[in-house]
């Protein structure tokens, strides 16, 4: 389950230099060598999946189980109270890692990161259309 041309399965087998902070059986955990704040920390798994559409449901859970504790560190480390936890998935949504990486984004009053959250409108109609829609695909 690892690709060869991978970096991030590279970075968990240990054959690309890394600042590791945690590691186990399914999960690898390492600073962002661009970090968008201090304290940007990336948690994947050591298997290679390319997004959360692929990825098992116990490796999901493997991952998310270890999230609490990993926020925690970084957030106590950088002196943080807040954080974002992401994931991008596909290029359109910004991933340009094509290995499953949740994000640990630490926040501070007055830093600089800023994420455009360019809020629409959810219509009576489109949205009883779309969540009908998504109802009847997860029922296939
Ligand atoms: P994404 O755009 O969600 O795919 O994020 C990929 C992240 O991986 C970026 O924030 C990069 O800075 C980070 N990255 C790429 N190569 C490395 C590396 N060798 N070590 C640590 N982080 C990396
Ligand atoms: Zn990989």
Redesign the pocket.
Known sequence: MTDPNC?FCK?AAGH?P?FKVFEDDVVFA?L???PLVTGHT?VIPKAHYPTVMETPPEVLSAINARIPALSRAVLAATGAKACHVLV?NGSEA????DHL?Y?ILPRKPGDSFRIPWNAGTLDKASGSSLAESIKSELAR
Request: glycine share 6%; hydrophobic share 50%; net charge negative.
């Open positions: 970096i970075i690309i890394s390492f962002d060598i661009g990336l991008n910004m991933q340009s890692v990486h994000h």
